[in-house]
């Protein structure tokens, strides 16, 4: 069963640029959550889709945003980049509606912003 | 708030020496969850235990074995007889109670090294 994919997987971008990073979840797995990783503020949950819904959200600016779609796959979204956004992204999928927090990540979309 | 401390930031261990993670959690929630992951260098976490609130008992995989007391809002995490692909960084992590099982607050991390 292949696992939580997502690509790409390393990014170079500039400041004041958008990016789009897409996780392609576990087969059969319907709830996605995204986080973002650094050295600094750790890991921190952004927000977690189930079903084309956004069901949970963290506490980021909104400039940071995300969609799911019909096939459970999901895309987020940062817009006008700043210094501060680089970061590991991580996307987790799980498989049912009663999210139990066990979750299966992927190996992360490492974003550097110059 | 929900919070989740890691004191430890590294461990440097021997190979086969016991190693115990720690973990203090901070909620108000009466019904919680906590977990252990790991994550080694390729990046992904890799989910190792879920607890709820309301099992205080002690669990023991392998090598691996988890301590949970509510009345000191720990959840460690033990290592018996590490090898050197137990390096990687581990992290705690808690859940508020329904709906919330996809929004986890981690701690910081604890990075450990298994030298042979």
């Known amino acids: 069963k292949a696992g939580v994919t997502q690509t790409p997987r390393y990014l170079i971008k500039t400041r004041g640029q958008q990016v789009t990073l897409s996780c392609s979840p576990i087969s059969g797995h319907r709830s996605v959550s995204w986080y973002q990783q650094t050295p600094g503020q750790g890991l921190q949950f952004l927000f977690e889709?189930?079903?084309?819904?956004?069901?949970n959200k963290g506490n980021f600016p909104g400039r940071f945003s995300g969609r799911q779609f019909s096939n459970s796959r999901s895309e987020m979204n940062v817009s006008t980049l700043e210094l501060g956004d680089s970061a590991l992204y991580l996307c987790?999928?799980?498989?049912?509606?009663?999210?139990?927090?066990?979750?299966?990540f992927g190996e992360g979309s490492r974003l550097t912003v110059l | 708030a929900q919070k989740v401390t890691q004191a430890q930031t590294e461990i440097s261990v021997v190979e086969k020496e016991d190693v115990t993670l720690d973990c203090v959690y901070e909620?108000?929630?009466?019904?919680?969850?906590l977990f252990w992951y790991k994550q080694p260098p390729s990046g992904e976490l890799v989910f190792l235990i879920r607890r709820n609130s309301f099992d205080e008992q002690n669990e023991i995989s392998g090598r691996y074995s988890w301590n949970f007391q509510k009345s000191t809002s720990s959840f460690n995490f033990t290592i018996t007889a590490s090898q050197v692909v137990d390096s990687a960084v581990y992290f705690c992590a808690l859940s508020g109670g329904r709906g919330q099982g996809g929004k986890l607050i981690f701690g910081q991390g604890t990075e450990l090294s298994v030298k042979p």
């Open positions: 987790a999928s799980s498989p049912g509606q009663r999210n139990t927090g066990e979750l299966f």
């Open positions: 889709y189930f079903s084309e819904t956004q069901r």
């Open positions: 909620t108000r929630d009466t019904t919680y969850y």
